[in-house]
């Protein structure tokens, strides 16, 4: 049997672990790149794996690791998952490290709505009035971070 194929989810999972490495400075931002690199464009879960040998925790989960499967409500004994071995898991079940960037920007996507048109008005102020087409912004910025929490809410 051949090694076993990831996807996107395992590939952000290892980069959000890496950038907690890199913040605790248990990597120097070169090692940090490389391996991020990797990380970027592995396609198996030993590419994955080996990034992690030398470094603690966290480690990326693997996602489709484990058959058994805690239930949410109760919080007792695992039932197995009726999802075959290789299928993706649902998003419940995945262990979560750092939410990727545009997961947050789409959790305060309201706040930051709000907030786009006061730093048009601080944008037009600071170029001496001069350039109001800052003020078009706005719309383009509302819309992306609309799209962003359509798309990430859960």
Excluded: K
């Excluded at 991020?36 to 464009?41: D, F, G, H, M, N």
């Amino acid at each position: 049997m051949g090694e076993l194929r990831i996807g996107n989810r395992e590939r952000e999972l290892a980069m959000g672990a890496l950038d907690e490495h890199l913040r605790e400075g248990r990597l120097e931002p070169g090692e940090y790149a490389e391996r991020s690199a990797v990380a970027s464009t592995a396609r198996f879960r030993s590419e994955i794996d080996a990034l992690f040998t030398d470094l603690p925790a966290p480690h990326p989960g693997h996602p489709c690791a484990s058959a058994a499967v805690p239930r949410p409500d109760d919080g007792a004994e695992p039932v197995a998952s009726s999802a075959p071995v290789g299928a993706p898991a649902r998003p419940e079940e995945l262990p979560e490290l750092v939410a990727p960037l545009g997961a947050r920007l789409g959790r305060h996507a309201g706040t930051l709505s709000a907030l786009a048109p006061v730093l048009a008005v601080v944008l037009f102020v600071a170029t001496g009035f001069r350039f109001p087409q800052v003020f078009l912004l706005v719309p383009v910025a509302i819309g992306l971070l609309a799209w962003l929490g359509h798309r990430h809410e859960g």
